[in-house]
């Protein structure tokens, strides 16, 4: 069953604390992406990463940092650096920068 | 300001209606892409209409591009209650291959 995975769906952080999302993918595409959406908005590139071992900032970087050790994942990490971090994340993946990208279904990440 | 802004930015119609939403952008693009958007779930891919193309189709979909005016419109024909959600344009920028989103349209189909 082919696709791309985030976990947790719901996720509370205290401020001040670093949390991990996750996001898989076998669907052995090389690009991935991560966005913030806010309530009634559009999507904010945050990072992105078109192979292995390589990464690039997007829009809004800034308090947020990723890793790409493997294919498949790509997670992000929100520091406490990022002052407003409460959004809906979500995880996408493409064969190939130009073309259509596959979501995942969503990390809600609330601070408490 | 927005690469790709959705009009209208909400747009309520009756079950059975068609419903059209338009993305007007500012800059040369490799092609337009349109997304569906249930609450709270990720995006799915609808409709891929690349820049040398100006009609696409897809079941009840029907996408055009008109790179003249730098727009693109989204109807959906026969729209049914499993329609609602919101709808967004994206593009993907000529001049550096990223991909940009619009801010979406919330369809609310009415029973």
């Known amino acids: 069953d082919g696709g791309i995975t985030q976990s947790p769906k719901y996720l509370f952080r205290k401020e001040g604390q670093n949390v991990t999302l996750s996001c898989e993918q076998n669907l052995n595409h090389d690009a991935m992406y991560w966005y913030r959406q806010d309530p009634g908005q559009g999507l904010r590139l945050i990072y992105y990463?078109?192979?292995?071992?390589?990464?690039q900032k997007g829009d809004i970087a800034e308090g947020y940092s990723v890793s790409r050790e493997k294919k498949e994942s790509f997670p992000l990490t929100v520091t406490s650096a990022q002052k407003n971090p409460t959004a809906f994340y979500l995880c996408a993946s493409s064969i190939k920068e130009t073309l259509f990208q596959f979501f995942g279904p969503g990390t809600r990440l609330t601070v408490l | 300001s927005q690469q790709g802004e959705e009009d209208p930015q909400a747009l309520s119609i009756q079950e059975g209606e068609n419903a059209t939403m338009n993305c007007s952008y500012k800059?040369?693009?490799?092609?337009l892409q349109w997304y569906r958007q249930n609450s709270g779930r990720g995006l799915v891919h609808l409709i891929l209409i690349r820049s040398n193309e100006r009609e696409k189709h897809s079941g009840r979909l029907r996408v055009t591009l008109d790179t003249s005016k730098k727009s693109s419109s989204l109807l959906i024909t026969a729209s049914r209650a499993a329609d609602t959600a919101s709808y967004f344009c994206a593009t993907v920028v000529n001049r550096d291959d990223k991909i940009i989103f619009g801010k979406g349209t919330r369809l609310h189909i009415l029973p």
């Open positions: 800059t040369s693009i490799n092609n």
């Open positions: 990463s078109q192979i292995v071992n390589d990464f």
